[in-house]
């Protein structure tokens, strides 16, 4: 499923939890899974309204508290949580992106990053109930408009700031936006960490076959309005000519530099360090440069967005004096996280469907290393036992 962000007016948490629960999201369900986290109590309430004529959701988190967090106790918060790995991944992203904004803007580390409006209750559930909300409709693919941030002034704890504010630009950052004269606080550090967490891709929408349109409503309509976000999900177009058929397509960077004079014992950490800041993939290929010399090809898939912290990355961890990057386009299987019942217990598994409508389960490493670690087993007979029982009819 393809989901698409249609931020002709902005993009908030709040705005996107009702955009995700005017598609269907019960809230009842969506209550029970957040309560799931060891947070205050709280109360998400979503109400119909109408701006310009247009039905939407109109959601609203109460807390009953205000405790205020940094990065290390949201993150704790959510990964010590029961709910599913790819929720948590999606959640822990999101909150990511906010804190090396906000260290950015205020010279420290994202660990020392004290979140004050962003740290609250009302924003904890706005991102983990987005990727809850991805989740449960099964959208493996997303998709988004430029994005609008507004004018003027917004109040909050660090006084007065310009709109946008300085979060939310260091989060758009690479991703296509537009200016607007409506003075209001369009796009919010939450709503720009959400959608560029969530979307592969910035541009018009997808060829698919429409299967839902959810509206999410701001906090109040605005002149001339109307104050919504449009999330529009279906599945790719049958004969889209953008992607061959039962594939997904996007567009990503790839990043490389060669390196010649520089110890390879240090690449693994190098690759470690490339992940942490959001390395779709990273490679190491044999070369000869020059005069015959050997070398390390450094290639890394990133998203657009992140090629700044990459290419900081590389020269920071490598020898290299430059990096070049450009675009690149890629198809992919659809592919969603699954958590199955084995003889291990509830394990997450990748479920890959092929262009033929054929499914396949590919065991996760991390779960099988933390299995065959927990139970003193060969991580090969972890993964083969798993990957038997979640494709049982391919076993011979």
């Not at 029970?32 to 247009?54: K, Q, S, T, W």
């Not at 990727?131 to 609008?148: E, K, M, N, Q, Y």
Request: net charge negative.
């Amino acid at each position: 499923m393809i989901g698409y962000f249609d931020c002709f007016s902005g993009i908030s948490g709040d705005m996107t939890l009702g955009a995700f629960i005017d598609l269907g999201v019960p809230v009842p369900w969506l209550k029970e899974n957040l309560a799931a986290l060891p947070l205050a109590g709280f109360d998400l309430m979503a109400a119909d309204v109408a701006y310009n004529g247009i039905h939407a959701k109109r959601v609203d988190v109460v807390a009953h508290g205000h405790a205020h967090r940094n990065y290390a106790d949201i993150r704790a918060l959510i990964e010590k949580s029961p709910l599913t790995e790819s929720v948590k991944a999606t959640a822990l992203a999101i909150f990511k992106k906010l804190a090396h904004a906000e260290a950015g803007i205020h010279g420290c580390l994202p660990e020392e990053v004290h979140f004050h409006e962003i740290g609250g209750v009302d924003a904890i559930v706005d991102v983990v109930g987005a990727a809850l909300c991805a989740d449960h409709l099964g959208i493996t693919r997303f998709v988004a408009s430029p994005v609008p941030t507004g004018s003027g002034f917004v109040d909050c704890r660090h006084g007065r700031l310009p709109v946008p504010a300085p979060a939310t630009v260091a989060i758009l950052k690479g991703v296509p936006v537009t200016g607007s004269e409506v003075a209001f606080e369009l796009t919010t550090p939450t709503g720009a960490a959400i959608v560029t967490s969530l979307a592969q891709q910035f541009g018009p929408m997808p060829a698919m076959t429409l299967r839902g349109i959810g509206y999410g409503a701001g906090s109040r309509n605005l002149d001339p309005g109307p104050n919504l976000l449009r999330i529009m999900i279906g599945e790719p177009a049958a004969g889209d000519c953008s992607a061959p058929a039962g594939l997904l397509q996007d567009r990503i960077v790839v990043a490389e530099t060669s390196i010649d004079d520089m110890n390879p014992e240090l690449f693994g950490y190098v690759m470690e360090k490339l992940f942490a800041v959001g390395a779709l993939d990273v490679v190491w290929i044999p070369i000869h440069m020059k005069k015959n010399r050997p070398a390390t090809l450094l290639q890394v898939l990133c998203r657009h967005d992140l090629l700044d912290a990459i290419v900081d990355c590389i020269l920071t961890e490598t020898t290299s004096l430059g990096v070049r990057y450009f675009e690149a386009g890629r198809y992919m299987l659809p592919r969603s996280a699954e958590t199955l019942e084995t003889s291990f217990g509830k394990v997450v598994v990748k479920r890959v469907n092929s262009p033929q409508g054929e499914i396949r389960r590919v065991p996760e490493y991390e779960e099988c290393r933390r299995i065959a670690l927990e139970q003193n087993l060969p991580i090969r007979v972890v993964y083969d036992r798993i990957a038997g029982e979640a494709n049982p009819s391919k076993v011979k």
